[in-house]
C-alpha cells in the first residue's frame, strides 16, 4: 500500500491542479481549499515546490515579473496529477469505510453508548 500524501503536498498538488499559480497565489489558494486551517509559510513553500518538482509531480511554467519582482508560476505535471488521483481515490476509499462504520455506530443511529453518555 503507498504510503498517504502529506497535507501540505495534497494541498500543494489541489492548488496547482485549477492551473498555474505562483508562490503568493498558491499560498492563498491552500489556505482557501483548507477552509483557513492551513496557512503555508512562504520558506515552507518553497521548500516544498523545490521538493516536489525534484520529484517531477510539478513544473516552472512561466515567469514574469510584477512591480521589479520576479513571480515565477508552476504548473501540475502528468505524474503530479496521477499521485494527487491517487491520493483522492485512497481517501474516497478510507472515507467510504469510516462512514460505513460510523453508520453502524448506535451513537449515531440514535441510540446511546455507555461510552459516550450524555453527549449530543
Not at 30 to 46: F, K, P
Not at 86 to 109: D, M, N, S
Request: proline share 5%; hydrophobic share 40%; net charge positive.
Amino acid at each position: 500500500m503507498p504510503k498517504s500524501m502529506q497535507e501540505p503536498t495534497f494541498l500543494i498538488l489541489t492548488a496547482l491542479a485549477d492551473g498555474p499559480q505562483h508562490g503568493y497565489g498558491i499560498m492563498s489558494d491552500v489556505e482557501q481549499i483548507s477552509a483557513g486551517r492551513a496557512r503555508l509559510r512562504a520558506g515552507t513553500l518553497y521548500a516544498a515546490l523545490d521538493r516536489l518538482q525534484a520529484e517531477g509531480l510539478i513544473a516552472p511554467d512561466r515567469e514574469e515579473v510584477v512591480d521589479g519582482r520576479l513571480r515565477r508560476y508552476y504548473r501540475l505535471t502528468e505524474d503530479g496529477a496521477a499521485a494527487l488521483n491517487a491520493e483522492v481515490e485512497a481517501l474516497q476509499h478510507r472515507t467510504r469505510v469510516a462512514a460505513g462504520r460510523l453508520a453502524a455506530f448506535p451513537r449515531l443511529r440514535g441510540g446511546t453508548t455507555p461510552a459516550f453518555g450524555g453527549l449530543r
